[in-house]
């Protein structure tokens, strides 16, 4: 029997994808499915004896009763909120000075992609050692040489998230600037030589035309940016370790600590579930969001 | 005035972006009286003492070599992989294109937590945890999505009548894949290298669970578990940072076009 040409096609496509797609259903697909099982389990990895008796719901009711989790929620929600808002307004003011002509641009450009660059766990040893309480930079900006008046930076609540905030800034603001420039390109000369000729201001300019036309830029930035802050383990890890006093402790953090330090594999699991779900919602709220403004764009 | 503000801005960008790092190199070749002292010392001796103490007292190159394997196998397949998924999804008849490549962008948005503990169980079964294949494993898994969508996007641009030329002069689909679509997207296979490379050259997370045998650990996990007896040391972390480092750096420098493609590829589609 000879196949047809569309049927060979299909075929062939599909040993292409199969590979690709046993990666991802295996070791993505498959463990998201997977953590739910094990959250609806007691196991606690020093105690194999116990094996792992199925108990229901209990997990979940145990992690809406549990302070550190609830608290390293809002945290999350905390670092999410201020680091993007920063990422964005300093990515859009990057962006806006890039997307200029000007002698050295080039250089700027791989200037700001450094940060970028640069080990995740490099960077929180850099602005560790930088917030540093005997021998930082910060102290020394702050208060010269009266080492009497250092301040343990990390060691206080509130200094110590700030400190985590500005090291997320200061190295994914560069991320936010390029998907934010690549919308500014799209956007025609002749708009603002029309906008000019009928005598509005720059920043008219910049609240009329800029502003609309890179929306679903900046929406694809902020989506990125969330999920990705929402992430945030490395620098709490290096700078923090969640502390002082769980100030700074986010979900990852934490359900690694439950799973991996502690060994409670199925109550951990249930923060990994809940932080699933949680992007889950977000990613397609935004992922609405973008499909609709880029929806009108064309219209 | 205005010109004045502008100069400002573009330089107190480059400053921030580049100063901190700056300064952690400089650390790097100080002695550690130097680093500790105040107010700080702004112009190191040079010594490269953290360098040589990093190498013999904390096994850097060690460090160094699995990085380099494990990032560059991740690479190599990853890429193999995109090529063949990239090319069917972007150029072939498929039921279910929407489907796939919105599957691949939800895994590539996965918190790692959410896998993390199965991840770690499915490799503990196999017998694969403190093994380079137990970590490259989820590396290629987590830069599928990534690799796919960049090659995707260039593959789809390529005109259609050199596929139609070459299906004429009776090459097979896999012929006119490999010998005239590759080619082709060469720029495209070589921006999603540069960015998979980095991800797996950074990645902590996994490779703190996975790699817990410090003989098998990468670069990331050895600069965040350096300890010194007393005090951090300071001056071996950041040599190993630099070492970490600038190679990234160089790859910025020489590359940033491609990189930039890439990264903002998903972005003007």
Known sequence: MKLSLIARERIFASSLLVPCFLFVVFFALYPVSYSFFLSLHKIILGLPSLGQPFVGLDNYRDLFHDQVARHSLSNTLLFVFLSTFFELLFGLIIALVINRQFRGRGLVRAAILVPWAIPTVVSSQMWRFIFNDKYGLVNFLFYGSHTSLYAAWLANPLTAFAAIVIADVWKTSSFAALIILAGLQLIPDELYEAAEMDGASEWQQFTQITLPLIKPALLIALLFRTMDAFRVFDLVFVMTQGGPGDSTNVLQFYGYKKIFAEGLMGYGSTISVLVFFITFIIALFYLKLIGTSLFQEKQ | ?269
Not at chain 2, 153 to 179: K, M, N, V, W
């Open chain 2, 1 to 269: 005035m205005k010109k004045a503000l502008f100069h400002i801005t573009v330089f107190v960008i480059v400053v921030l972006s580049l100063l901190p790092f700056l300064w952690f190199v400089n650390t790097s070749l100080k002695t550690s009286l130097e680093i500790t002292s105040i107010p700080p010392v702004f112009i190191p001796s040079g010594t490269v003492q953290s360098y040589v103490s990093a190498m013999k007292d904390y096994n850097l190159l060690h460090y160094v070599a699995n990085s380099v394997y494990v990032a560059g196998a991740t690479t190599v397949i990853t890429i193999f992989l995109s090529v063949l998924a990239g090319y069917a999804l972007a150029r072939l008849r498929i039921k279910y294109k929407g489907l796939l490549m919105g599957s691949l962008l939800l895994v590539s948005m996965f918190p790692q937590i959410s896998i993390a503990g199965p991840v770690w169980r499915i490799l503990d079964g196999l017998g694969w945890l403190n093994s380079y294949q137990g970590l490259i494993i989820p590396y290629v898994t987590l830069t599928l999505p990534l690799g796919v969508w960049i090659l995707a996007s260039f593959f789809s641009e390529l005109p259609q009548e050199l596929e139609d030329a070459a299906r004429i002069d009776g090459c097979g689909h896999l012929q006119t894949l490999l010998r005239i679509m590759v080619p082709l997207a060469a720029p495209g296979v070589f921006t999603a290298a540069i960015l998979i490379f980095i991800y797996a050259w950074n990645e902590f997370f996994f490779a703190l669970l996975i790699m817990t045998r410090q003989t098998v650990q990468t670069l990331p996990v050895g600069i965040a578990l350096f300890q010194g007896q007393f005090t951090l040391p300071w001056g071996e972390i950041a040599a190993a940072s630099t070492v970490a480092t600038v190679p990234l750096v160089l790859i910025v420098l020489l590359f940033q076009k491609q990189i930039v493609r890439g990264l903002s590829s998903g972005a003007i589609k």
